[in-house]
């Protein structure tokens, strides 16, 4: 076949993962439906914090307080937020997809693909402030098993009795999309039958919050903060914190019909690539970008014409929505439907990519391309179809879906129906 994408090789139509579950923990909301609503009806989540009045700034997306019945807070007592939001949307996805962990026909086929960009960021800054008060007998034995990053996988392992690959992947905010390609990947190799993939992040703490800041990363409007998170918008001044988790349920397509299961979408292509450029900054002209775009269309076997809506990353900091809207035109030219949902839940760092992914699901799912909330001056220098006055309505077949990491680490992926 021809190559449709410019990346330099052909491209042929790649291994397709189908996604027969997906569960959401968000500052949208607990749960899909409540994630979707909001998200289409462009409702920002953005709010000033009173648990953070002694940060350098106290506004973030926060995901609302857990209801006392909620499987995640089965053993939540060993588990740092970022494990309680991904264990709480595992359990989501596995019911979606009708799969019973009591009754798992080989569990040694079942895999667990769970990125983060920061692992247990509280309870380390917890243990690091009860070690600086009191000294070494007042930091918790359970620090470790708390804070590392691969917990979340771990744990999800150990509560669904899955023993196959258990994998943590972190490339910052293209963890989760990252942790999907593989995951679709240990479908093709034939190491798994079923993967549990996904990224979570829980990093509103007071150093997170003070690092992003000195940095000058966070939006500072603080005065009307439902606005402060604002893509492509002309007056855009940075990121709000947000925090959650996505869960994908991944199979082959034999074994989702071996066992009547009906797929929601399928992750057709993955792309992966590095800026090799610097720490924080984007490449200025999308170089890693506009790679991991043309990997992931020569992966699926697609071309630019093919993509009906790109779910961007969108940020809303100034370098990187310019940067990324440039990339698209470059790689998909101007008329391709863009928007970015962290106008509603803030930036939720390793857990972007699958949350995004799983938005992308349902947007091939319903027939809707939501809106981009708070976007209400395009910018001019930005040559693609912003999606920004209201939810678009009809057929979504192919959904491309961006994540780029502080370290140039960019994740490409293509969900299609």
């Known amino acids: 076949m021809a190559d449709p994408t410019g990346s330099g090789r052909a491209a042929t139509p790649a291994f397709a993962a ?120 007042r930091v918790s034995p359970l620090t470790l098993p708390m804070g590392l990053a691969n917990m979340a996988a771990g744990q999800i392992a150990i509560e669904f009795g899955t023993q196959g690959p258990c994998l943590a992947p972190s490339t910052a905010c293209a963890s989760g999309a990252t942790a999907i390609g593989i995951g679709r990947d240990l479908l093709r190799t034939g190491a798994a039958d079923i ?53 994908l349920v991944l199979e082959s397509e034999e074994h989702a019909r071996e066992r009547g299961a009906r797929p929601l979408a399928r992750v057709a292509g993955f792309g992966a690539s590095a800026d090799a450029h610097h720490v924080t900054s984007p490449h200025p ?34 370098l990187n929505d310019s940067i990324e809207a440039n990339a698209i035109h470059a790689v998909l030219g101007p008329d391709v439907a863009v928007s970015s949902t962290k106008g509603v839940t803030g930036h939720p760092l390793g857990a972007a990519g699958a949350i995004e992914a799983a938005y992308a699901v349902l947007a091939i799912l319903d027939g809707i391309i939501p809106p981009t909330a708070n976007l209400t001056k395009p910018d001019p ?9 209201g939810a678009r309505y009809g057929p979504v077949d192919v959904v491309m879906s961006n994540s780029f990491g502080f370290g140039g680490q960019n994740a490409t992926l293509l969900i299609t129906a």
């Open 195 to 247: 993967v549990i993939a996904g990224g979570a992040d829980a990093c509103i703490t007071p150093m997170y919050i003070s690092a992003l800041f000195r940095m000058g990363a966070l939006s500072k409007r603080t005065d009307d903060p439902e606005t402060a998170s604002r893509p492509f918008d002309a007056d855009r001044d940075g990121m709000v914190l947000g925090e959650g988790a996505g869960v």
């Open 381 to 389: 220098v930005m040559e693609v179809d912003l999606v920004h006055t």
């Open 285 to 318: 002209e999308g170089r890693g970008a506009k790679l991991a775009m043309r990997n992931a269309l020569a992966d699926a076997g697609l071309g630019a014409g093919d993509i009906d809506y790109v779910n961007a990353h969108g940020t809303s900091t100034p």
């Open 18 to 137: 189908a996604v027969t579950g997906i569960g959401l923990v968000t500052p949208a909301g607990i749960g899909v439906s409540e994630n979707w609503k909001r998200v289409v009806a462009g409702i920002p989540t953005a709010a000033i914090r009173a648990e953070l009045a002694d940060c350098a700034l106290s506004m973030a997306c926060r995901v609302p307080d857990f209801p006392p019945d909620a499987p995640g807070l089965r053993r939540g007592w060993q588990f740092d937020p970022f494990t309680q939001f991904a264990v709480t949307a595992a359990y989501e996805a596995l019911a979606r997809a009708g799969l019973d962990p009591d009754a798992w026909p080989d569990s040694t086929r079942v895999a667990v693909v769970l990125g983060s960009g920061s692992g247990g960021a509280a309870t380390m800054e917890e243990q690091i402030v009860r070690l600086r008060r009191g000294g070494p007998n």
